[in-house]
């Protein structure tokens, strides 16, 4: 089994920053992609960014050039830096782990951007 704990949500003001970690633990294989999206009151949950073994990365329209996913192998761990935070940021975060056998989503953290 495969367990995925988030943390560093919070409040933040406009134009603040927040650096989302989820660490894996359990059976995560050599190759696993981690993925984090979003979800707001009312809205769908959307794909926000992901990252692959190979360190390929991609973002939503609405962040690129704002966050960033970084992953640490070593320690199972992805990073989402964010910075520039908006108001509409404001969402519950998930990260999503994928690999060979099974997906797996964490618990969520709550980011709220707000003066």
């Known amino acids: 089994q495969v367990q995925l704990v988030e943390s560093g949500g919070g409040l933040a003001q406009p134009g603040g920053s927040l650096r989302l970690t989820c660490t894996a633990s359990?059976?995560?294989?050599?190759?696993?992609?981690m993925d984090w999206c979003r979800q707001a009151p009312g809205k769908q949950r959307e794909l926000v960014a992901g990252?692959?073994?190979?360190?390929?990365?991609n973002y939503a329209a609405s962040v690129k050039g704002r966050f960033t996913i970084s992953r640490d192998n070593a320690e199972k761990t992805v990073y989402l830096q964010m910075n520039s935070l908006k108001p509409e940021d404001t969402a519950v975060y998930y990260c999503?782990?994928?690999?060979?056998?099974?997906?797996?989503w964490g618990q969520g953290t709550q980011v709220t951007v707000s003066s």
């Open positions: 359990g059976n995560i294989f050599r190759f696993w992609r």
């Open positions: 999503y782990l994928r690999q060979t056998g099974g997906d797996y």
């Open positions: 990252i692959d073994s190979l360190n390929g990365t």
